[in-house]
Structures are given as C-alpha cells and as structure tokens.
C-alpha cells in the first residue's frame, strides 16, 4: 500500500473534488453506518479512522458525538494535508498518524482502546491474507461491546456485474460533475488508482469477521459493489 497513487496529489484532488461527493448513495451508506454504531455503542469516547481520506467519517462521527475524541490514520500526506482542514472545527479532539495499513495498527491502537473503529474505501486497497489480518487487528483493538463498520468497495460476484456496476458508477458521476458522461467514462477507464483495488466478495469478508469473533457481523447496506459491513466485539 505504501507505493499506491494515493500519494500523488492530483489523485487525491480529482478524488475529493469530483468522485467522493458522486458516491451513489454515499448518504445512505453513512447513514447506516452511523445507524449501527449508535444502536451498539450510543456514546463513543475513543474513535479510530483507517484509511480517513479528509476525514469525512470521523467528522460526522464526532458531530454526533460530543464526547468522542479521534484518531485519523493515513499513509497519505495530502489526505491528511485536507483531513487536518476539514477537521479544523474539532482539532482539539483529533489525533493525525501518518501510517500504512500494511503495517500492525497496535501501534496507534491500543488493545481493548477503542470504542468504534471505522474505514472508508481504504481497506480494499490491501491484499486478501492483509486485509483478514487488520480484522483480527480491529477485533483486538475493540473494547468489549466496540463496533466496527467498514464502508467499503467490494468485489462483484459476476464480470457482467462489474460491467452494470462500472457504467452505473460512471452514469452518477457524470450528473453529479454536470460533465459530459464520454469525459467521465475517459477518466474512469485511465485512473491511476485503478490499479491500486484488490476487491474481494463483501459475502466472504463478512465471513472473515464471523471467523474472527465479532458477533452482529453482517453486510448492512449495499449497491453492486458498494457494501456497509462490520461486526461488534462480544462484551
């Protein structure tokens, strides 16, 4: 992960600017996310974000927390170059780490710390044997009754799937830039960080935390290849 394209800061700005906000359904999927949470764990003290882009996540977590206090984790300086803006407003409650998730996250969570624990479109980037390893990670870092929520792309269980999924995808971003939808398709096609996705079924990864231990563990939401997912610890 420490090579992806997500260092460069033209992708980061093309992503913030004309892909995040075109998200099909971006609403509905934090929505559910914060659904979640709130009914396991309604007042969360100590939050961690994986993988916190500009830290979209954390921040509507803590609006709607006034007690929780953050910890923003990226391998990428323009990410947290913006997440450090956006946030500005709760800087008092944030922690910035600069870190890979390739890397163990024990190093900025502690075992037993953390209350809720959330990524957005940042674990899918890892391999398979990586991506089962910073569940179990998750899991230690959980206080008993601690939830985890993965928002998340995932793979699609057809090619012909992938194929609705992408011209879908792209249809939503065109309306969403007011930008002709053959421009769109363009970049699309040629993004640099295309490479970076190594996308697995949600259906497995759900079954990846069941193994794992977290109890709940579920897909909560979904559209073609874009998945809400998690689990809780067991008290």
């Known amino acids: 992960m420490s090579t992806t394209s997500w260092k460069l800061n033209q992708v980061t ?3 913030l600017k004309q892909v995040r906000g075109g998200i099909p359904y971006g609403a509905d999927q934090t929505k559910m996310m ?3 949470i709130t009914y396991f764990q309604s007042k969360p003290v100590q939050v961690l974000d994986l993988g916190c882009g500009n830290g979209f996540l954390a921040k509507l977590l803590l609006q709607s927390s006034p007690e929780a206090r953050a910890i923003l984790v990226d ?3 323009p ?3 913006n997440a450090a803006q956006y946030m500005a407003e709760h800087q008092e409650r944030c922690t910035f780490v600069e870190a890979d998730l390739e890397d163990d996250i024990s190093a900025f969570a502690e075992p037993g710390s953390m209350d809720c624990i959330v990524s957005g479109y940042a674990i899918h980037h890892l391999p398979h044997d990586r991506k089962k390893k910073l569940y179990a990670e998750i899991f230690n870092a959980l206080k008993p009754g601690g939830v985890f929520v993965n928002v998340e792309h995932t793979a699609s269980a057809t090619a012909e799937l992938e194929q609705l999924h992408d011209a879908l995808f792209v249809d939503h971003l065109a309306e969403y830039n007011n930008r002709p939808r053959g421009e769109v398709q363009e970049e699309y096609d040629n993004s640099p960080d295309k490479a970076d996705n190594i996308l697995e079924n ?6 990846w935390l069941r193994q794992i231990g977290f109890d709940h ?12 997912f998690g689990g809780v ?3």
């Open 13 to 15: 700005e093309h992503y």
């Open 34 to 36: 914060l659904q979640v």
């Open 75 to 77: 391998h990428s300086k």
């Open 79 to 81: 990410m947290l170059h």
């Open 202 to 207: 949600v259906y497995s990864q759900v079954e």
């Open 217 to 228: 563990a579920d897909c909560y939401f979904k559209w073609m290849e874009l998945a809400v």
């Open 233 to 235: 610890k067991p008290r």
